[in-house]
T-cell receptor, first 111, second 112 residues
Framework: QKEVEQNSGPLSVPEGAIASLNCTYS??????FFWYRQYSGKSPELIMS????GDKEDGRFTAQLNKASQYVSLLIRDSQPSDSATYLC???????????FGQGTTLQVKP | KAGVTQTPRYLIKTRGQQVTLSCSPI?????VSWYQQTPGQGLQFLFE???????NKGNFPGRFSGRQFSNSRSEMNVSTLELGDSALYLC???????????FGQGTRLTVV
């Protein structure tokens, strides 16, 4: 079992729709959870961080964390073609700076 | 506030050579970690430094090494380069170990 798992996609949604990206992790001691966006040929860009159970909203993005189910998700509302990228779920354990990444989900937003 | 700076951006090296990559973290950040990204393996953790001490090391051969200086700048070194070392090498810095990590633009290494 991989430590962090994501559906590789591609996930295709029409412009203006909600995109839902999911991630599961195996280490129950994980403390910090992140979503990064990566455009082709570029480095990962942090878009959301979440540390406790529940929802966290930032503009069009909402991160959801359920530690009991070991599940993290990212919702992108009003998806735009510029949101087309690979979305990486990443997890940090307790008191460590080591990020463990999923394989990433490719999102395609069609005009 | 300046972001994470990695130098050089691009490198072409020959098999058997060695290479040193540099990373300057965001001012005030003391945690620096390094990652290798390849199409087949995704993002793989190399090592993590905090206040000049290596706190974690990934599953890479001993040819990969690193260090962190008192000003939090970090370097990684790869000796005896192999073709399979061709990758994007990314550095990330965090204020504290468990907090958000911000990435530099990366160094793209090509080994020929």
């Amino acid at each position: 079992q991989k430590e962090v798992e994501q559906n590789s996609g591609p996930l295709s949604v029409p412009e203006g729709a909600i995109a839902s990206l999911n991630c599961t992790y195996s280490d129950r001691g994980s403390q910090s959870f992140f979503w990064y966006r990566q455009y082709s040929g570029k480095s990962p860009e942090l878009i959301m961080s979440i540390y406790s159970n529940g929802d966290k909203e930032d503009g069009r993005f909402t991160a959801q964390l359920n530690k009991a189910s070991q599940y993290v998700s990212l919702l992108i509302r009003d998806s735009q073609p510029s949101d087309s990228a690979t979305y990486l779920c990443a997890v940090k354990g307790s008191n460590t700076g080591k990020l463990i990444f999923g394989q990433g989900t490719t999102l395609q937003v069609k005009p | 506030k300046a972001g994470v700076t990695q130098t050089p951006r691009y490198l072409i090296k020959t098999r058997g050579q060695q290479v040193t990559l540099s990373c300057s973290p965001i001012s005030g950040h003391r945690s620096v970690s390094w990652y290798q990204q390849t199409p087949g393996q995704g993002l793989q953790f190399l090592f993590e430094y905090f206040s000049e001490t290596q706190r974690n090391k990934g599953n890479f051969p001993g040819r990969f090494s690193g260090r962190q200086f008192s000003n939090s700048r970090s370097e990684m070194n790869v000796s005896t380069l192999e073709l399979g070392d061709s990758a994007l090498y990314l550095c990330a810095s965090s204020l504290l170990a468990y907090t958000e990590a911000f990435f530099g633009q990366g160094t793209r290494l090509t080994v020929v």
